[in-house]
């Protein structure tokens, strides 16, 4: 009879990791969306768009039943959080889920969604969640930077993002992520063009995370929190290279495909 419940118990926990997973994968996948045409738009000549999660939001808040839409959003990445500390705790998915590194990279990235959920809830309440990442990325640099040895850990903050970007970048080239999904199943055609959603979004992802970190170990380098950038702002420096603003539109249209991929991580991730 024990056995009988603490089973049922271990099912009814696993069907609501699986359910936060798949709300937290789908709502990812719209912002990523979202800011993927903001920053494509930026691209193309309009500069007034705030290509992050700010823009995203204000996107959505402009539509009918738009506060409903961000409240959604607010929730889908508490969900996001509650699966990736679930992760930590118990192990992922996958063959080397329940490796300690593993186990502290959903550590991190629940911290990461609980930050963005509070961000995004209290916009949601109008409460101050408006500020643009760039100006978030500033304030916390120059706090940062006033701490001793501050500069330090703004630097190693810039390395660990940059490191996490080359991570992203090298496993999304060798697919890695289909040891966490069910795909095998899936028509030849259907399955490749997930893994080329997985490819192509992961690089640009990975692009951006470099890119950031590499301008925030910058920024405490010249000891100036004026030059940290959040995304928006990341997004359009790739504009400013000799490539121009096509470069942009590579990376903006990368992190749109990526928007898409989370929706099929969202489909047939393992959990």
Do not use: N
């Not at 289909?178 to 992802?205: C, K, S, Y």
């Not at 301008?215 to 997004?235: F, M, Q």
């Amino acid at each position: 009879m024990e056995a009988s419940i603490d089973g049922r118990g271990a099912r009814g926990t696993h069907a609501a990791v699986a359910v936060a997973a798949k709300c937290g994968l789908a709502t990812r996948g719209v912002l990523y969306v979202l800011v993927g045409l903001l920053a494509l738009q930026v691209a193309f000549g309009d500069t007034e768009k705030e290509a992050d999660r700010t823009g995203a939001l204000s996107e959505l808040a402009s539509h009918p039943y738009g506060r409903v839409l961000v409240w959604v959003v607010g929730i889908g990445l508490v969900a996001m959080a509650l699966w990736r500390l679930s992760e930590a705790i118990f192990g992922a998915a996958g063959p080397h889920g329940r490796k300690l590194t593993k186990r502290g990279a959903s550590a991190v990235r629940a911290v990461f969604y609980v930050v963005a959920a509070f961000s995004v809830l209290s916009f949601a309440a109008g409460k101050g969640g408006g500020r643009s990442s760039d100006e978030q990325s500033r304030d916390v640099t120059a706090q940062a930077l006033g701490v001793p040895a501050g500069q330090w850990l703004v630097a190693l903050a810039g390395i660990g993002i940059a490191i996490g970007g080359i991570v992203i970048f090298v496993s999304a080239t060798r697919l890695t992520f289909r040891e966490e999904m069910d795909i095998g199943h899936l028509p030849e055609r259907v399955r490749q063009g997930v893994e080329a959603l997985g490819v192509i979004g992961g690089i640009a992802l990975g692009a951006v995370f470099t890119a950031a970190g590499g301008i925030l170990v910058y920024a405490a380098v010249s000891y100036d929190p004026g030059k940290a950038k959040g995304l928006d702002d990341t997004l359009r420096s790739f504009a400013q290279t000799p490539v121009g603003p096509w470069l942009l539109v590579v990376v903006a249209t990368g992190l749109l495909l990526f928007g898409v991929f989370s929706w099929a991580l969202a489909a047939w991730q393992q959990v």
